[in-house]
T-cell receptor, first 115, second 111 residues
Framework: DSGVTQTPKHLITATGQRVTLRCSPR?????VYWYQQSLDQGLQFLIQ???????AKGNILERFSAQQFPDLHSELNLSSLELGDSALYFC??????????????FGPGTRLTVL | SQQGEEDPQALSIQEGENATMNCSYK?????LQWYRQNSGRGLVHLIL?????REKHSGRLRVTLDTSKKSSSLLITASRAADTASYFC???????????FGTGTRLKVLA
């Protein structure tokens, strides 16, 4: 158990809908990362937050948005869902988000299925 | 496109044998990390090697880094069935915070 929690574990929805994925980082970690993992695209870095502020942005679509709240939990919002958005979405946390020495601790993931 | 590319994409070995997987990347890095992922589960950090290190050991794991060739290798010695998983390298390009994961090597260890 990494100490990172993600809810829900599974989500099934229809095209055009909007969903929210939630992540609670390990106790004491200030940085949160979101990743998308699909069979054809591998593990794609979406976005990173550090202590409530956006720190790095990767291949995140404009239909997707995220935020980190004062209590450090984070939410990833996916809107206007398309079939291709079906994937595993992982949240990870690290102590400082420095990119130099930080180890990331991954949550169990949310499996999103768009029908 | 992914910065990290693992090679081979898949590897099948017998228990007790050694497994070697390679990772190549494209830009200057501060460090390189290896992660393991059991099927459909979250990634687990294995080892971190800094750009000024050439080799690092952790238990049955040995990681090398060649910054001149922009490549790294992960060696798992005396493999066990429990080592069956996908292995990913991850890098952060110097001057950025963006993590880039490789495409992964799927390792299968046969009992």
């Amino acid at each position: 158990d990494s100490g990172v929690t993600q809810t829900p574990k599974h989500l099934i929805t229809a095209t055009g809908q909007r969903v929210t994925l939630r992540c609670s980082p390990r106790s004491g970690d200030l940085s949160v990362y979101w990743y998308q993992q699909s069979l054809d695209q591998g593990l794609q870095f979406l976005i990173q937050y550090y202590n409530g502020e956006e720190r790095a942005k990767g291949n995140i679509l404009e239909r997707f948005s995220a935020q980190q709240f004062p209590d450090l939990h984070s939410e990833l919002n996916l809107s206007s869902l398309e079939l291709g958005d079906s994937a595993l979405y992982f949240c990870a946390s690290s102590a400082y988000g420095s990119g130099n020495t930080d180890t990331q601790y991954f949550g169990p993931g949310t499996r999103l299925t768009v029908l | 496109s992914q910065q990290g590319e693992e090679d081979p994409q898949a590897l099948s070995i017998q228990e007790g044998e050694n497994a070697t997987m390679n990772c190549s990347y494209k830009t200057s890095i501060n460090n390189l990390q290896w992660y393991r992922q059991n099927s459909g589960r979250g990634l687990v950090h294995l080892i971190l090697i800094r750009s000024n290190e050439r080799e690092k050991h952790s238990g049955r794991l040995r990681v090398t880094l060649d910054t001149s060739k922009k490549s790294s290798s992960l060696l798992i010695t005396a493999s066990r069935a429990a080592d069956t998983a996908s292995y990913f390298c991850a890098t952060v390009a110097s001057g950025t915070y963006k993590y880039i994961f490789g495409t992964g090597t799927r390792l299968k260890v046969l009992a």
